[in-house]
């Protein structure tokens, strides 16, 4: 039995690192485990310029402890009105790593979202000709589409084509939760990637109704059926350089988890290379755990792999009830739980 593991230092392709006193109290998680992370861009107001990113990347540096070497990589939010021009000059001045791509209204703080993937044509036609990837929610928000079939309905209806008319774009969708998502992925050209969170690894949707309403398993996209946690599992720890790790860590305060109307989102950041860690060992494949982790994501990006490593010792710890003080309190992904696999800081 393996007593220890020591990886490549892994990187974070989908984060909420959130703004103000909420940044201060989660940036640290991810900059502990994580050398760089894709930072979302869905504040209020949302990133849409040059200047937003970078004011925002400093708020994530100064939310920081002094000598953390974590590099945050910004997103443009993309609206129906972004314009290509901006979106071209963040990319070659090294400030956006990428658009992000949010169906209007489909998660949190979507409503500045895009309306009609049709109004993008100009930006997107940039976008493949610089080589910037799109990131994407793929998720339709039609309310006669049942939410659990959400993402394969914009797998067909809205993705296929755009992979169709733009081949040479790169396109990552992320957090993927469906087998139609883990196949479309798989079968597609080297242009098209996915990331994937620790909890659509571990849960289906019965996670949120496990002897009542559990608001801190609700996330978008929800989870689904045992099936498609099956299919997105296999995906994960198969070794194809497609898919990635991005823990869509998405903090909220307690008090807006339970609530009448509770957010979407959960805060994996604390212990998510422990919770990576256990799947790929449950699958016996802990030594494909770097590529995932570490390689796969940055070689789709064009980046260079991490100097330097991580290490992950076999002893179990702990997941507190809670996180946090004053009022900023969370609830961790795996809350109370007993993992298998620690961080050696």
Not at 160 to 175: A, G, R, Y
Not at 317 to 344: C, K, N, Q, S
Request: net charge negative; hydrophobic share 40%.
């Amino acid at each position: 039995m393996t007593a220890q593991i020591t990886i490549r230092r892994p990187d974070d392709w989908h984060v909420h690192l959130r703004d103000g006193a909420m940044l201060k109290a989660v940036a640290g998680h991810t900059a502990r485990q994580f050398a760089r992370a894709i930072v979302m861009p869905n504040l209020t107001p949302p990133v849409t310029t040059v200047a937003a990113a970078e004011a925002y990347r400093q708020r994530i540096l100064d939310a920081l402890s002094e000598g953390s070497d974590f590099t945050p990589l910004m997103t443009c939010y993309l609206t129906d009105g972004a314009d290509p021009a901006e979106i071209e000059r963040g990319f070659e001045q090294g400030v956006f790593a990428a658009c992000k791509l949010y169906p209007a209204h489909a998660t949190t703080n979507s409503a500045h979202g895009v309306t009609d993937i049709r109004k993008m044509t100009q930006v997107l036609e940039t976008m493949q000709r610089i080589g910037m990837p799109l990131l994407v929610h793929g998720e339709v928000t039609s309310r006669d589409v049942d939410i659990f079939d959400r993402e394969a309905v914009f797998i067909d209806r809205i993705l296929t084509p755009l992979v169709k008319d733009m081949p040479e774009l790169k396109i990552v969708l992320e957090h993927i939760t469906t087998a139609e998502a883990a196949e479309f992925v798989a079968a597609s050209g080297p242009k098209i990637a996915a990331t994937i969170t620790p909890q659509h690894l571990i849960i289906n949707r019965n996670a949120m109704f496990d002897g009542g309403i559990r608001p801190h398993a609700y996330c978008l996209p929800v989870a689904k059926r045992e099936q498609h946690r099956l299919a997105v599992r296999k995906a994960a720890v198969s070794g194809s350089p497609k898919f990635f790790l991005g823990t869509d860590s998405a903090p909220h305060e307690i008090h807006r988890k339970e609530s009448a109307c509770g957010c979407a989102g959960i805060f994996n950041a604390p212990f998510a290379l422990e919770s990576y860690a256990q799947v790929f060992e449950d699958e016996g494949v802990l030594d494909r755990l770097e590529g995932f982790a570490s390689e796969h994501g940055p070689n789709f990006y064009g980046l260079p792999l991490n100097e330097g490593t991580v290490t992950l010792k076999r002893e179990e710890v702990t997941v507190p009830e809670t996180m946090g003080e004053a009022d900023i309190r969370l609830v961790p992904y795996h809350a109370g739980e007993t993992l298998r696999w620690r961080f050696v800081d």
